[in-house]
C-alpha cells in the first residue's frame, strides 16, 4: 500500500481553488473528482469540482474561464462591423443568431429600421441556427448518457442546414452576415426550395430521434426526475430558453417581446412547455422546438416579401449616444447585448448577457446530492456552449 | 482419426496452441465484422477502408501501433499490481476458454464438471479489475473499478441460476453431455432439430444473455467504462501493450461468453442427431458450428452494445437483485417441477 | 431615447401607460432612494436608485413589481479610456510612452449618475412581459461598495463574482467574492478603463510592428508613427 504526502502548496491549492490532498487509502468522504477542463461530457473546457461521498456529490462548484476571450474589453476598441465579427464567437453552434440582438441595438441606437425582406431573411436564418444548434443536442444528449449512435445521425443531419447557411452567407460555423440597417446579400437562387427540403429531413431526423431515445426506456430511467428545477428558482436564476419553458414558465421572446424587431409578429407559431422541470422535460422541449423551427422556417420561405435588403445607412457607421438593450430568443436561451454609446465610431460599453452563463449558475446549486453520472445527464440537458459561458 | 500419437505433454501444447489460436482468432474477425464495419454501418460511416481491403488489416495496425508504444506508469501506481492487471483478466478468458467442446473430443482440457468450472473461472476477471482500479491510482479508474466490482458480482448469479435450468434439463454438468442432449433430444416429440435449450430454456437464455451483457461490461451495462464520464474508467491509465491486453480480453471475453451461450442454449457444436452427420465428419464440420454460433451470438451483444443507453449503477443493481435474480429463481422451479412430470 | 432619424411624420408619441405606472409604484415603494428614470415608450424603462437603496430595491421589484426573472447585473466604467478608443493603435503608443490624447471629459449615460462605476442590472417580468434597467451608483471611486442582491435573486451570485473581479465592486453581503474567469493570483480589474488591454502588452498591434526598425538600430520608431485611421468600417 502506498502512502501518499501532500504533493501541492498551498499557493497551488488557493489557485485551483480545488482540495489537492489526495487520499488513496480509500477514504470515500470528501473524496474531489475533477471533471475536466478536457473531459468528453462538458462540451468544452469546463471543469467542475466534485466532492464526492461515494459516488453521491456533497458539493459542486464549476470553474470557468479557460476559453474567456474578453470580448467585452475588445468591444470598447472595435468598430460595430468588427464586434459583429468577433460576437459570431460567442455561440459558435448558434452561428447567425448571436449577431442578430447585437445588430438590433444598434439599429435602435440610430434609429434605423431594416425594410421587411431584411427581417425575414434575418428571421430565416435565425431559425436555421436554432435548427442546427438543437439538432445537434438532440443526438448529443444520447452520447452523454451512453447512446452512442444518435450523435452521428445528429452531425450527418446537421449537415444539411449548414449547408444551407454556407449558400447564403458563405460560412458554415461564423456567417457574419448581419449589419446594421439589413443584411449583406441577398438569397441565392433556387436556395428556398432546396431549404424547404432539408427541413423535410429536419423533421425525419426528429422523428428518428424520437424514436431512439425518448422511446427508450433506459434513456427515460435516466432523465426522469434527474435535475429538477422549480421554476420559482428558475426564474431567479435567470434561465432561459428551453431550461425555463421546461419547467412550466411559459416565456418566449419571439413571442413576448421584441415586437416588430424581427418577423414573429407575423408568423403562427407554439410555444412548448412542459411542467416537470426535470432533464427530461429539457429535452422534450428542444425536440419540440426543432419540430417548430422547421415549421417556422416553411412559413418564412413561403412568406418572404420582396424589396431592398438594406437600409440606407451613412458609410462610416457613427452611432449617436444612448444606451439600448436588446435580446432575443437564441437557440441555448436569452442572449441580449446593452450597448452604451457615445456618439462614436466604437461603442463605449458593450454587457453580454449570454444564456449559457445563467444557466450554468445553476449547477452548485442544482447538482448537490446528485450521482456522478447524473451530472453529465444534468449538465447535458441544461445545454450550454462553452464560449457562451465565457465570451 | 489421425494416426499420430503424442506424448500428454505434446498434446498438451498442441491444444493449447490451437486453443490460443481459435480464440484470438475468432476475436479478430469479431473486432473486424463488428467494431469496424457493423457499428460503422449503423452510425452511416464506414469505417477503417485504408489498411487492407475494406480495412480488413486493420486490426493487424492497430496491434502494431499498441505494441510500439512507450509502457507509461503513472507517479503513484502501484506498479507490479499496476502491470499485472490485464494479464489476471486475459488469463480469466482463457481459463474460461478451454473447456469449449469445439467437436465430439475436441475440447482443450477434458472436465467432468466443465460447466462448474467454467462458471467459476469467468469470476477472476472480477479480482484483474480491481486492481486495474486501484493501482492505477487515478480517482476516475477507482470509481471504474469500484462500479464494476459491484457489477459484475450482482450479475454473477443471474447467470449461474439461468444456467441451471440448463443443467437441470440436460442433466448433466459437462458441457459434451449438454450438447450431446441437445443433439439428440426433441421438442414435444418432435426431433427435427434436436432440443436446443433456446426453446425450451427462453427465459433462461434472455437471463443469460443480459447477465452476459453485464458481465463483459458492455453498454447498456458499461458504467464501469462510461467513455463519456469516467473516460475508459478502470482502463484510463492504461497504454501501450497492458491496454492492448484489455482490448483483446474485452472483445476474447465476449467470445468465450458467447461460446459458452451457444453451447448451453443453441446445441453447441452439434447439429441434430436426426440430420444424421456422422460422428467422424463432426471432428471437421463441429468447430465450423460452434464458430458460427458463437459469432452470431457475439452479434447480438455487439448490437445492443451500439444501440442502448446505459443505465446508471443503481438501476443497473436494481435491475439485476430485484428482477433477474427471481425471475431465475423462478425459471428453476418451474423447469424442475417440468422434468420430473414429463 | 427617442430615434433621431426623421420618420415620415414627427412621431407622435404615446404615453407608455405600463412603464409610466411602474416608475410611479417604484417611487412609491423606495420614496427618496429613487433618482431618477427614463421610459422608452413601448420599449423599455430604466431607473437609477441610491446606493443605499439598491438592496432594497431588489426586493420591492421582485416581490412587489412581479420581476421575478433576473436577467443580468454588472457595471459601466464612465471614466473615458486613457488609452484612446479606435482600434488598438492608440493603446500601444500609450503603452510605449507617448502621451495620450485627452480622452474628454466623462459624460454619464442615461439617468445620470455621479460615481466612475455604476453597477446596473435587469429584470424581466414574465407575466406581463415588461424588462426593466435599474442603475446605481456606488460609494467610492477607488473602493466601490454596494449591498447584494444575492439574498433576493440567488442568481446575481455569479453576476457579482464577475462584476468584482471584472470591476472591483465589492458587494457586502455577497460572502463569496472570488474570482469567477480569472485565475486565483490575478492582479487588478480588467474591465476597468485604466487597465490596458492585455492582448497589446503581450504582443503590439501589427501596425506598429510593421515600422518597426530592424534589431540594433535603436531610436527610429519615433518618426515611423503609424498613419492616423479613418475610422472607416472595414468591410
Known amino acids: 500500500m502506498t502512502a501518499v504526502t501532500d504533493r501541492q502548496k498551498l499557493s497551488y491549492i488557493a489557485q485551483q481553488a480545488a482540495d489537492a490532498r489526495i487520499n488513496v487509502e480509500l477514504e470515500t468522504e470528501g473524496m474531489t473528482l475533477n471533471l475536466g477542463p478536457q473531459h468528453p461530457a462538458t462540451h468544452g473546457t469546463l471543469r467542475i469540482v466534485a466532492r464526492l461521498d461515494g459516488e453521491q456529490v456533497v458539493s459542486a462548484d464549476p470553474v470557468m474561464g479557460y476559453m474567456h476571450r474578453g470580448y467585452e474589453k475588445l468591444a470598447e476598441v472595435r468598430t460595430y462591423a468588427q464586434i459583429t465579427t468577433l460576437v459570431n464567437r460567442i455561440d459558435w453552434l448558434g452561428s447567425f443568431a448571436n449577431e442578430v440582438p447585437f445588430i438590433l441595438a444598434a439599429e435602435r441606437l440610430m434609429g434605423v429600421e431594416a425594410p421587411p425582406r431584411a427581417k425575414w431573411i434575418r428571421t430565416l436564418l435565425f431559425e436555421m441556427a436554432r435548427v442546427a444548434n438543437i439538432g445537434l443536442f438532440l443526438g448529443e444528449m444520447g452520447l452523454q448518457v451512453g447512446a452512442v449512435t444518435p450523435a452521428f445521425y445528429a452531425f450527418r443531419d446537421r449537415e444539411f442546414v449548414l449547408n444551407q447557411i454556407e449558400a447564403v ?37 426528429c422523428d428518428e430521434m424520437e424514436d431512439l431515445l425518448l422511446g427508450s426506456e433506459i434513456f427515460a430511467a435516466r432523465c426522469r426526475g434527474i435535475g429538477v428545477i422549480p421554476p420559482d428558482v428558475a426564474l431567479q436564476y435567470g434561465l432561459s430558453g428551453a431550461n425555463l419553458r421546461a419547467s412550466g414558465i411559459d416565456w418566449d421572446l419571439r413571442r413576448d417581446g421584441n415586437h416588430g424587431l424581427l418577423a414573429y409578429d407575423e408568423l403562427d407559431f407554439k410555444v412548448w412547455t412542459h411542467p416537470d422541470g426535470d432533464s427530461f422535460a429539457r429535452f422534450w422541449v428542444r425536440l419540440q422546438e426543432v419540430r417548430e423551427a422547421t415549421k417556422l422556417v416553411d412559413q418564412l420561405c413561403d412568406g418572404m416579401p420582396s424589396g431592398s435588403i438594406q437600409a440606407k445607412v451613412p458609410r462610416i457607421i457613427k452611432v449617436p449616444a444612448g444606451e439600448a438593450f436588446v435580446s432575443t430568443e437564441n437557440p441555448l436561451g436569452e442572449m441580449g447585448y446593452y450597448v452604451i454609446s457615445t456618439g462614436d465610431l466604437v461603442p463605449f460599453r ?6 449559457s ?35 | 482419426m489421425l494416426a499420430l500419437h503424442l506424448a500428454y505433454w505434446q ?21 473486424y465484422l463488428y467494431l469496424f464495419k457493423f457499428v460503422s454501418f449503423m452510425q452511416s460511416r464506414l469505417g477503417p477502408m485504408e489498411a487492407g481491403p475494406y480495412g480488413s488489416l486493420q486490426l493487424l495496425a492497430e496491434v502494431g501501433k499498441w505494441l510500439q508504444k512507450e509502457d507509461v506508469f503513472t507517479e503513484r501506481a502501484d506498479r507490479f499490481v499496476f502491470a499485472a492487471s490485464p494479464f489476471v483478466v486475459i488469463l480469466s478468458t482463457f481459463l474460461l476458454f478451454v473447456v469449449v467442446p469445439a467437436g465430439p473430443t475436441d475440447e482443450v482440457a477434458h472436465m467432468s464438471n466443465s460447466l462448474l468450472y467454467a462458471l467459476a473461472v469467468s469470476a477472476i476477471s472480477v479480482i484483474g479489475i480491481l486492481m486495474a482500479g486501484w493501482a492505477s491510482a487515478n480517482k476516475y479508474a477507482l470509481l471504474g473499478g469500484l462500479r464494476a466490482a459491484g457489477q459484475l458480482v450482482a450479475y454473477e448469479l443471474p447467470m449461474v441460476l439461468a444456467v441451471i435450468g440448463v443443467v437441470i434439463s440436460a442433466g448433466s454438468l459437462n458441457l459434451q453431455h449438454i450438447v450431446a442432449a441437445q443433439s439428440t433430444g426433441h421438442v414435444f416429440g418432435w426431433s427435427g432439430i434436436g432440443n436446443p435449450y433456446i426453446l425450451t430454456q427462453f427465459t433462461g437464455f434472455l437471463i443469460f444473455l443480459i447477465a452476459m ?36 480480453a474485452e472483445f476474447a471475453t465476449a467470445i468465450g461468453f458467447s461460446a459458452i451461450a451457444a453451447t448451453l442454449f443453441l446445441g453447441g457444436w452439434g447439429l441434430p442427431a436426426s440430420w444424421g452427420i456422422g460422428h467422424e465428419a463432426m471432428h471437421v464440420v463441429g468447430p465450423i458450428v460452434i464458430s458460427a454460433k458463437t459469432v452470431l451470438l457475439t452479434g447480438v451483444v455487439f448490437w445492443v452494445r451500439f444501440s442502448f443507453p446505459r443505465f446508471r449503477e443503481d438501476q443497473l443493481q436494481r435491475l439485476a437483485w430485484k428482477f433477474l435474480i427471481p425471475l431465475a429463481l423462478g425459471n428453476i422451479v418451474v423447469t424442475a417441477c417440468l422434468k420430473v412430470a414429463f | 431615447m427617442t430615434p433621431t432619424e426623421a420618420s415620415d411624420d414627427a412621431p407622435e408619441v404615446e404615453p407608455d401607460e405600463l412603464r409610466d405606472g411602474l416608475v410611479a409604484r417604484l417611487g412609491e415603494l423606495l420614496g427618496d432612494g429613487l433618482v431618477d428614470s427614463h421610459v422608452d415608450p413601448g420599449r423599455d424603462v430604466t431607473v437609477r436608485v441610491t446606493t443605499g437603496a439598491w438592496a432594497k430595491a431588489a426586493e420591492e421589484i421582485r416581490y412587489v413589481l412581479g420581476a421575478r426573472y433576473f436577467c443580468f447585473l454588472s457595471a459601466i466604467d464612465w471614466m473615458p479610456s486613457p488609452y484612446g478608443r479606435y482600434l488598438d493603435s492608440d493603446v500601444d503608443k500609450v503603452l510605449s510612452g507617448e502621451a495620450a490624447k485627452d480622452p474628454g471629459p466623462q459624460v454619464q449615460g442615461v439617468c445620470g449618475g455621479d460615481s466612475r462605476i455604476q453597477v446596473f442590472a435587469r429584470v424581466t417580468n414574465v407575466r406581463d412581459h415588461w424588462g426593466m434597467t435599474i442603475k446605481a451608483d456606488t460609494t467610492s471611486n477607488e473602493d466601490p461598495h454596494i449591498g447584494t442582491w444575492t439574498k433576493v435573486y440567488a442568481g446575481a451570485d455569479w453576476h457579482e463574482r464577475e462584476t468584482w473581479e471584472m470591476y472591483g465592486v465589492t458587494f457586502d453581503g455577497h460572502n463569496g467574492l472570488r474570482h469567477l474567469y480569472l485565475p486565483s493570483d490575478f492582479e487588478g480589474h480588467p474591465l476597468r478603463k485604466d487597465f490596458p488591454l492585455l492582448a497589446r502588452i503581450v504582443k503590439p498591434w501589427p501596425g506598429i510592428v510593421d515600422v518597426e526598425p530592424m534589431p540594433l538600430v535603436e531610436g527610429a520608431d519615433e518618426a515611423d508613427a503609424p498613419a492616423e485611421t479613418d475610422g472607416e468600417a472595414p468591410a
Open chain 1, 169 to 205: 452567407t458563405g460560412g458554415r460555423f461564423h456567417p457574419n452576415f448581419d449589419r446594421i440597417g439589413g443584411i449583406k446579400d441577398d438569397l441565392p437562387k433556387g436556395w428556398i426550395e432546396e431549404t424547404k427540403a432539408v427541413m423535410v429531413k429536419m423533421r425525419d431526423f
Open chain 1, 350 to 355: 458593450v454587457k453580454i448577457r449570454s444564456a
Open chain 1, 357 to 391: 452563463f445563467n444557466n450554468v449558475s445553476i449547477t452548485p446549486w442544482l447538482l448537490r446530492g446528485v450521482y456522478v453520472p447524473d451530472i453529465i445527464t444534468i449538465l447535458g440537458s441544461l445545454y450550454f456552449i462553452l464560449g457562451d459561458i465565457d465570451r
Open chain 2, 11 to 31: 498434446e498438451t501444447i498442441l491444444r493449447l496452441v490451437i486453443g490460443l489460436a481459435a480464440l484470438l482468432g475468432l476475436t479478430g474477425a469479431v473486432v
Open chain 2, 213 to 248: 451483457q453485464a458481465e463483459l461490461t458492455q453498454t447498456p451495462f458499461d458504467m464501469p467504462v462510461a467513455e463519456s464520464e469516467l473516460v475508459a474508467g478502470y482502463m484510463v491509465e492504461y497504454t501501450g501493450i497492458r491496454f492492448l491486453v484489455y482490448f483483446i
